[in-house]
Structure formats: C-alpha cells, structure tokens
T-cell receptor, first 112, second 114 residues
Framework: AQSVTQPDIHITVSEGASLELRCNYS??????LFWYVQSPGQGLQLLLK??????LVQGIKGFEAEFKRSQSSFNLRKPSVHWSDAAEYFC??????????FGAGTILRVKS | DVKVTQSSRYLVKRTGEKVFLECVQD?????MFWYRQDPGLGLRLIYF???????EKGDIPEGYSVSREKKERFSLILESASTNQTSMYLC?????????????FGPGTRLLVL
C-alpha cells in the first residue's frame, strides 16, 4: 500500500535561513508526488508536483523539491525563508484512481 | 481561477444530529473528494466520486455517507454525529484528464460535535 512519511512534526528556522522539509514515500510504481501548504485556518494550496522528467521541480513562492528514486524521497527546499512561510506542509503521493495519500504534515515556525 | 467552496467554515452540532457538509466546484471537474484532517494524522480520505451519482469508499468511511446529484456538488453526510467526528473537513476536486491531476482544495469546515 502507498504511504508517506514526514519525519519532522515541527521545524523552527530563522527568517532568512535555508529550509529543507523531508518526505519519504512508499509506492510500487512510478510515483506522482506533491507538496501542499496550509496556512492557519485555510485549505491546502499546491506548491509543486512531480509527474516525470526533470527530478528537480520548481514551485510557487520560491520552493523547489528534488525527487530521488534511490532514496524514495521528495524533499522540499527553500534557500531563504520568509516569516510568511510559517504554515503546515504536506507531502502526498498519487495512488491508483487519482487518489492522494498524505503524510502527517510538518509545521514550520519562522523566528525573527 | 479555480474555485472550490464549502458551505460553512465553522459548525457546531450536538451528538446524534444529522449533519450536511456541502462542497461546490466551478471547474467542471469529474472527481470530487472528502477528507478529514486531524493533528498528527494528516488528511484521510473519507469518500470520493468519479461522476454524478457515483461514489467510492475511502479509507475511513464509517459513520459517513455522501451524495452527488450534480457534477459540481458533493455532499458529506454524518448520519448521527458523534464527538469523535469533531474534526476539520476538506473537500477537493480534480479532473480525469491525464493520469494524475492536481487536486484543488476548499477552505475547509471545522466541525465541533458536542
């Protein structure tokens, strides 16, 4: 069965510092991978997605993610974090039938 | 612009009440989904639908039912609300075009069952 692990429940970084959020997936075939962000009290917004091709994917708000098949990982990165990036981040893998399986989420706190 | 709306942002109900959560999308999407979100558990799929009058159980369908009478509208029904159904409920939609398309989410309904 498909599964997604986000090992970090909370992460705190200083404003201007770099960020990496980890995501590991389990899926038998070529995965479709997504990162979503949820600001407090809001729904989920798509940051970026990987379907095929270049393993380094660029998204909105300056985020990028790299697909590494050998490590079953799809880590999210940003070179310089802004206070407005504080939110909860979800990694998801596309399962059969257009369904998504989500990780438990990582809450990002940004300190000034 | 893509839009998924949910009928209520916050809802307070009593145990045993029948609860309706409504979701409407304006993108002519075939697929619609209902998730619940709980701290530390991420999003879990309750039900989904590929077409009008069609529904499939997700991972946690117990205590819920759904209705899709029109393509743009997908309703989640709690037949007899219980306190363990207190949660955030998120609706999403996607198109069938392509093998795996992006899901677009509504703002969520935070339900409190007393």
């Amino acid at each position: 069965a498909q599964s997604v692990t986000q090992p970090d429940i909370h992460i705190t970084v200083s404003e201007g510092a770099s960020l990496e959020l980890r995501c590991n997936y389990s899926y038998g075939a070529t995965p479709y991978l997504f990162w979503y962000v949820q600001s407090p009290g809001q729904g989920l917004q798509l940051l970026l997605k990987y379907f095929s091709g270049d393993t380094l994917v660029q998204g909105i708000k300056g985020f990028e993610a790299e697909f590494k098949r050998s490590q079953s990982s799809f880590n999210l990165r940003k070179p310089s974090v802004h206070w407005s990036d504080a939110a909860e981040y979800f990694c998801a893998v596309g399962a059969r039938g257009n369904k998504l399986v989500f990780g438990a989420g990582t809450i990002l706190r940004v300190k000034s | 612009d893509v839009k998924v709306t949910q009928s209520s942002r916050y809802l307070v109900k009593r145990t045993g009440e029948k609860v309706f959560l409504e979701c409407v999308q304006d993108m002519d999407h075939e697929n619609m989904f209902w998730y619940r979100q709980d701290p530390g558990l991420g999003l879990r799929l309750i039900y989904f639908s590929y077409d009008v009058k069609m529904k499939e159980k997700g991972d946690i369908p117990e205590g819920y039912s759904v209705s899709r009478e029109k393509k743009e509208r997908f309703s989640l029904i709690l037949e007899s609300a219980s306190t363990n159904q207190t949660s955030m409920y998120l609706c999403a939609s996607s198109t069938l075009v392509g093998t795996q398309e992006t899901q677009y989410f509504g703002p969520g309904t935070r339900l409190l069952v007393l």
